[in-house]
């Protein structure tokens, strides 16, 4: 059985050219042009996967995507212009997944959706193998190339942090409340500083990075 | 020229004053004919003065006549009925009288003359100045000091009045001319007023010198009557730049026309002082009290002008701020409205591209080429936007403390595969500290940069960071065509594109950097490398990061 996926767009022409992709894939698309249609869609169906847009006429996606994580861990993937850098930051604060910017390729929209809907599948791995690095989660310990990694502390908490959500935006906020705590969310310096160090001890060439990609503004992800 | 007299405690100027209209023509005798005692009472009101002057004569007639009049009535009373002495009282009623209107010398006048009337007609024997009882003679010496102090208490009564008149009067001029700022919406016609006032009041001139918006002092509205000399005019004159500095009311003896003077007073207006007021008035006119009402006056004015360079300021705003509204209305319409449509047409173009793949169809190249017509719009569209929003200046950096080895990969991760068969070296020091700056905006100039160098045919691209204490330095060079020297003083600006440019693109990029990076408090600059090639140099300010409590310190 397909997946489902939500598609909450306003503009029509938009909403079916995404279900249209979607349904080329094999998945099944189910269009909402409002929030209330959306509620309508969610209330009567259980969806894999949902597609919010930021600019919707009866409300913000990002209330719409706070409201759906008080009871979901559905993978949401957040579509946005250019110039609504604030309102997408704020849509992942608010538990978003990931985000296209549009105009997007339809080859990176169907990426996106593949890894998000894969993502829900894949369970813990006591050992993780990436680029010329293994990380032992159980003994806490990291290789690379056969030889043993020191990370420090925080190091290998970030890095579990964002090996766990491997593929996702991760928002600075996000990274910084899970590894340092709350009374850090407002000083991105830290974590500008350790994930250089990551890149420096995990990555061929820490300025062109593979694992450890920047999501300019908005955070980092990881990519395996 | 005049003399003063402490009077009652007030100050009273006599001055003899010379009309206008005589003054000028020169013509001594109809000059001395018409020069008329003045008594200009601290704000010297003219018309009361004028009146009091012809008044005086009348005095001396009035008081004579009321002198004969009392005799007249002394004589008919029989002196069985009224004693001589008791006739004092009815001549020391006609010198009250007369003090009351005509001042004091009718009414010492009268004092004396009561006393020799008295003499003559009332005390036997009667019709001579013989003196029957010695008595008489203390009467006449009491009748005498009576009739002075009377006439001195008396007549300080009557100016404090003629004072306080004037004062009211003067009062009433300044609130019609409050009343008439009040209502103007226009500099030029509150000169227009001072002037009509200072003419009408002080029979000067008057002008203006009031701080524009650069804060810089100019003439406001200048009239066919300068105060100020011929030759100063046009630029701010020394002495109103000392007097905005200093803001007392100075005196210039030396700058005045014969016969003037001018007199400077600094327009202290509520918020600060914004100016200087230039009065010119015949020199009589220059006593202490007029200065008095010069400075109400200067104060009048100020607030006047004050209030209008506020509303000018609040209309600017509203202004403004209706102009942005629209702006970012038009803006994210358009955007949106351009987005959508392209957005589509990727969608569908990419889905036919993948149709046409499948099918093995030959028209795969085309779907291409439309694609990336369709890509290459809307990177002008977002260029065009750009543009737009960082030259209406109101952009919000989101500045942070940034890694720039991060920016540079995330550049290169943007640019992608249109690296592809370029060779880019990094040269960024990894110890490099984190530098302020707003990561979006900064990764778009070396998007822009990077992106133009291999548009112009470069193969090879460098892109180098060091910092000073501080400045950081970012260097962005290639081997490509170099720049003509006839470009490098205006690549930074809008739609100036280089020779070897392809059709794409509007030039664009470079004005974009520009304009962040200034934003930023850098600037940019572009060379040709000696070896061939571009050079684009950054330099952004920088500060020392904060400390990071690394965990080895905390463990």
Redesign the interface.
């Known amino acids: 059985m397909s997946a489902r996926v939500l598609v909450l767009e306003d503009e029509p022409q938009i909403r079916g050219m995404l279900c249209q992709s979607l349904v080329s894939e094999s998945l099944q698309a189910h269009g909402a042009g409002s929030l209330a249609q959306a509620r309508d869609a969610l209330g009567s169906e259980a969806f894999q996967l949902a597609i919010v847009d930021l600019g919707l006429p009866d409300g913000s996606g990002q209330d719409f995507i706070q409201e759906l994580r008080a009871w979901s861990t559905m993978p949401v993937l957040v579509l946005s212009a250019r110039t609504q850098e604030r309102d997408k930051i704020a849509a992942l604060d608010a538990g978003a997944d990931d985000y296209l910017t549009k105009p997007f390729a339809r080859g990176e929209l169907l990426a996106r959706v593949r890894a998000l809907l894969r993502r829900g599948g894949t369970d813990a791995q006591p050992v993780l193998n990436f680029g010329e690095v293994r990380v032992d989660f159980i003994h806490r310990q990291v290789w690379r190339r056969d030889e043993e990694v020191h990370l420090t502390p925080i190091e290998f908490q970030l890095l579990s942090v964002m090996i766990a959500g491997q593929g996702k935006v991760l928002t600075h906020r996000h990274l910084l409340r899970e590894v340092w705590g709350g009374a850090y969310v407002d000083s991105p310096h830290y974590l500008r500083i350790y994930v250089g160090h990551l890149r420096q001890k995990l990555e061929i060439d820490s300025a062109r990075p593979r694992h450890f990609i920047t999501e300019t503004g908005t955070g980092y992800r990881f990519v395996l | 020229m005049g003399e003063t007299v402490d009077w009652m405690g007030g100050r009273v100027f006599f001055s003899p004053f010379l009309h206008p209209a005589s003054y000028a023509s020169g013509h001594e005798a109809i000059a001395l004919m018409n020069a008329r005692f003045l008594m200009i009472l601290g704000f010297g009101g003219m018309d009361s003065s004028t009146k009091r002057t012809g008044s005086k004569l009348l005095g001396y007639v009035v008081a004579t006549l009321s002198v004969a009049v009392v005799t007249v009535v002394a004589r008919s009373l029989p002196s069985s009925v009224v004693e001589p002495a008791n006739l004092v009282m009815l001549y020391l009623l006609a010198v009250v009288g007369v003090a009351l209107r005509h001042g004091r010398g009718p009414a010492v006048f009268c004092a004396l003359l009561g006393v020799l009337a008295f003499d003559f007609f009332c005390v036997p024997p009667h019709l001579s100045f013989a003196v029957s009882d010695v008595q008489y003679l203390f009467t006449f010496a009491v009748m005498l000091l009576v009739g002075m102090l009377l006439t001195h208490l008396t007549a300080g009564v009557r100016h404090q009045a003629d004072l306080t008149s004037l004062r009211e009067q003067a009062a009433r001029r300044l609130y019609v001319l409050a009343q008439e700022l009040a209502g103007c919406a226009d500099p030029a016609k509150v000169c227009h007023l001072l002037m009509d006032f200072v003419t009408k009041d002080f029979g000067g001139y008057t002008e203006i010198w009031w701080e524009d918006s650069t804060h810089a002092l100019g003439l406001l509205a200048p009239s066919d009557t300068p105060v100020l000399m011929a030759d100063e005019r046009g630029h701010v004159p020394l002495f109103v730049a000392s007097v905005m500095e200093s803001g007392q009311i100075s005196e210039y003896e030396d700058l005045a026309r014969d016969g003037f003077r001018l007199l400077l007073c600094p327009l202290d207006a509520p918020m600060r002082r914004r100016g200087v007021l230039a009065v010119t008035m015949p020199q009589d006119h220059l006593e202490p009290l007029v200065a008095q009402q010069l400075a109400s006056v200067a104060l009048l004015a100020a607030t006047t002008l004050e209030r209008l360079h506020y509303v000018d300021v609040a209309q600017g705003a509203m202004l403004d701020m209706e102009r942005e509204r629209l702006r970012s209305t038009i803006l994210?319409a358009l955007?949106?409205d351009l987005?959508?449509?392209?957005?589509?047409?990727?969608?569908?173009i990419?889905?036919l591209c993948?149709e046409v793949r499948a099918t093995g169809g030959r028209s795969l190249e085309l779907a291409q080429a439309i694609r990336s017509q369709?890509?290459g719009v809307?990177e002008l569209t977002?260029n065009l936007?750009d543009l737009a929003r960082l030259q209406s200046g109101k952009v919000r950096l989101?500045q942070?403390?940034?890694?720039v080895?991060?920016?540079?990969?995330?550049a290169?991760?943007?640019l992608g595969e249109r690296l592809d068969g370029h060779v880019v070296e990094?040269d960024?020091p990894?110890d490099l500290p984190?530098v302020e700056f707003?990561?979006?905006l900064m990764?778009r100039v070396l998007c822009n940069l990077i992106d133009n160098a291999v548009r112009y045919g470069a193969k090879w691209v460098r892109v180098v960071a060091r910092v000073t204490d501080s400045r950081l330095g970012l260097t962005v060079e290639d081997d490509g065509p170099g720049l003509p020297a006839e470009l490098l003083g205006q690549i930074f600006e809008p739609f100036v594109r280089g020779p070897a440019a392809k059709p794409d693109g509007l030039g664009l990029g470079l004005s974009i950097c520009r304009l962040i990076v200034e934003a930023h408090g850098g600037q940019v600059q572009a060379q040709s490398r000696s070896e061939g090639g571009a050079r684009f140099t950054l330099e952004l300010p920088r500060r020392n990061?904060?400390l990071?409590e690394l965990?080895?310190s905390l463990a």
């Open positions: 994210s955007s949106h987005r959508t449509p392209l957005t589509v047409m990727v969608g569908r990419d889905a993948d369709v890509v809307s977002d936007l989101r942070e403390w940034q890694s080895e991060e920016i540079v990969g995330a290169l991760a943007h990094v960024v990894c984190l707003d990561a979006v990764e990061p904060p990071v965990e080895e």
